[in-house]
């Protein structure tokens, strides 16, 4: 997985809430056995209308999607963050996502920033104001700020994801650091409750 | 302390936890599916890394399977990709092995979130996970379930356990009796519509209550099927008789002096008296009555005798113009009546609502009646083989293909049309299944959510009826 330290990217706008995963990208999209090549199909029935922020030329090369609340809800595909990561998304920033969605996101090296409502509001305004509006996103310092860095925004992560971003580490690599704890509990297990085994 | 089934579920399974709470939970059953499972083999492939515990497998392909042709075998899927991921499956099956794999034209095959209670796969205690968000259908068995990626399916494939943290508890009590036509569809409809698509998010919901209670244990699936709907990863009910006796006898279910040691440690997956919730809501069945959804959110529903919302009386900016896009979408004009709303198409089927209780609600309402005219298609795609051989047993696919409904192989099929059963852009349709997304059953086409006696009742006027005034 690809480190995530500083990002310094071009901000799009998607002003709508509880934008879910069938949208992001749709079903006709998911017959691969792949994990990359799904940027034609990212939010694939939405672009079809000329006005979709996506087609819009200012945004052309977006690194940061700004969300409304309960992004990302609906089905578990995972071709959701592949999408946006292979489209050239590297974060989203949102009030909220699903919780799938969410988990999916860290998995993939795709960096889901929470703000508040009032935050989120403010960057959209002046996403809209600006054309070629940047941010810069400083995982470290956990910090969303203007590239002059007149505006400076704090967001939380949990420390263990934080790690993993910030090391680019294999998740599966780091449990199997736990192989013989994790032995020993299905050793317990299997003698306490053998129906399950 | 008093612990509730949650958090009993949860400390049985925590194999570690990090100083930040983040815990490896170990998982017992793991459902793998056709569409979000290639990418996590060829992981473990491309790693050198084998299975954990292969026996916790149970496999089949259901997603993308066609619900016709099968007399052709392989020949009948007629999409290259479908086709291929069908194969993948097989194959990664093949090198890595499973507990029990139902391929495509198994005749035990079906829709992985019913096909794993019916083999007695899903039990009590277990934590479940699968590649697909609807796995809170297993919660009905009081069983942690929940719905993962596919980094997660390949990590879990790879060390068996789930890398998460502990979820808030939310009890919600459904008291009272249900009335007639009202069924556990319109209970998790009316709870969505209640707290909202992200009502629970963050949340394992308990649902409890005499309303579910007094539910099949096909209703409790229902119920706990959409708890993501409202955001909640998992879904669940406690134990008792009713989920005792359905397991009873099952394929995978423990037998002999088993079964009992089985049952006694079953007994014990409710919450204890006492045990605190982080939220509570209350319920009343008796206020529930037959719901349709109406937009392009399981939140946008109202109750059958009511009318489409008007944008106009909302107050706040972003929901009124999230309710406007979605009339548009829909086709619909605010304050048109519910049962003013003529259909195209019928689904009967899903994870949602497709096992036999359904069917045999559905039937008993079109028996001997025809379709209407303006209906193109009527569908009823049973969960699983074992649930179309019982159905078929039962005479209930004569009453569906004597009323003019299609009859159809089990798997996924329009719930969310990645096989060729699907909406065309502009077509309405009556559906027992779970997401009324925009083009979640074809570009473009309109899903209004409905019970599956709704759907039957609406596939016979052409239009939505209040099933309580059917006769």
């Known amino acids: 997985m690809e480190k995530f330290t500083v990002l310094n990217g071009l901000v799009a706008p998607l002003d709508r809430a509880n934008v879910d995963t069938d949208q992001i990208i749709p079903k006709q999209y998911l017959a691969s056995i792949k994990r990359t090549g799904f940027a034609g199909g990212l939010f694939a029935d939405w672009r079809k209308d000329p006005g979709f922020v996506l087609n819009q030329p200012r945004y052309k090369g977006a690194q940061i999607l700004l969300a409304r609340k309960n992004f990302g809800c609906g089905s578990s595909r995972e071709h959701a963050p592949w999408a946006l990561i292979d489209y050239g998304f590297r974060s989203v920033i949102a009030p909220s996502y699903a919780d799938i969605f969410f988990n999916n996101s860290y998995k993939n090296g795709l960096l889901p920033v929470v703000l508040t409502e009032a935050e989120v509001d403010r960057l959209f305004h002046e996403c809209n104001a600006f054309p070629g509006f940047r941010l810069v996103i400083d995982l470290e310092r956990q910090s969303v700020a203007s590239t002059d860095g007149a505006l400076v925004m704090r967001f939380e992560i949990d420390p263990f994801r934080k790690y993993c971003l910030v090391n680019g580490l294999d998740e599966i690599g780091l449990t199997l650091r736990h192989a013989d704890k994790i032995r020993e509990f299905e050793a317990r297990r299997k003698a306490q409750y053998p129906w399950y085994f | ?471």
């Open chain 2, 1 to 471: 302390m008093p612990q509730t089934l949650y958090d009993k579920l949860w400390n049985s399974h925590v194999v570690h936890v990090e100083p930040d709470g983040t815990a490896l939970l170990y998982i017992d059953r793991h459902l793998v599916h056709e569409v979000t499972s290639a990418q996590a083999y060829e992981g473990l492939r491309a790693a050198g890394r084998k299975p954990w515990r292969v026996e916790s497998v149970v496999a089949t392909a259901d997603h993308n399977t066609p619900t016709t042709h099968w007399e052709e075998g392989l020949a009948g899927v007629r999409d290259p990709f479908a086709k291929l991921q069908i194969e993948t499956l097989d194959a990664n099956i093949r090198q890595f092995g499973a507990k029990v794999y139902f391929p495509y034209l198994d005749r035990q095959q079906g829709i992985v979130h019913v096909i794993g209670p019916e083999q007695g796969a899903t039990l009590p205690g277990m934590t479940v996970v699968c590649g697909d968000s609807h796995t809170s259908t297993h919660g009905a068995f009081a069983c942690l379930a929940h719905g993962i990626g596919t980094s997660e399916v390949e990590h879990v494939l790879a060390t068996q356990c789930l890398v998460t943290k502990k979820m808030k508890n939310l009890r919600i009590n459904v008291e009272g009796p249900l009335g007639r036509g009202v069924t556990a569809k319109d209970i998790v409809l009316a709870i969505i519509g209640r707290i909202g698509t992200a009502g629970a998010t963050g949340y394992a919901i308990e649902f409890a209550g005499a309303a579910i209670r007094s539910l099949s244990m096909e209703g409790r699936m229902t119920v706990c099927n959409m708890a993501i709907e409202a955001g909640a990863r998992a879904g669940m009910v406690a134990v008792d008789e009713v989920t005792i006796e359905y397991l009873r006898g099952r394929k995978f279910a423990p037998s002999g002096a088993l079964w009992d040691q089985a049952v006694a440690y079953w007994r014990t997956l409710v919450s204890d008296p006492g045990a605190k919730f982080d939220r509570e809501v209350p319920i009343n069945a008796r206020e529930i009555k037959p719901h349709v959804t109406w937009g392009t959110s399981p939140e946008m529903v109202v109750t059958v005798d009511d009318a489409v919302p008007d944008p106009d009386r909302e107050n706040d900016a972003q929901r009124r113009e999230a309710m406007e896009r979605a009339l548009s979408y829909m086709g619909l004009k605010p304050r048109t009546p519910i049962t003013d709303i003529a259909i195209d198409k019928v689904f009967i089927g899903s994870c949602t609502n497709s096992r036999i209780e359904d069917l045999r609600a559905a039937a008993a309402v079109v028996r001997g009646r025809r379709v209407a005219s303006n209906v193109k298609l009527a569908l009823v795609v049973p969960g699983s083989g074992l649930v179309k051989q019982q159905a078929e047993r039962e005479g209930l696919d004569r009453i569906f293909r004597d009323a003019g409904f299609e009859w159809r192989e089990p798997g996924c099929s329009m719930c969310l049309g990645m096989n060729p059963d699907r909406l065309s852009a502009g077509e309405r349709c009556a559906s027992t299944s779970n997401r009324n997304f925009e083009g979640r059953q074809g570009p473009g086409g309109r899903t209004h959510l409905v019970s599956p006696v709704m759907a039957a009742a609406a596939a016979i006027a052409g239009h939505f009826v209040d099933i309580r005034r059917w006769s």
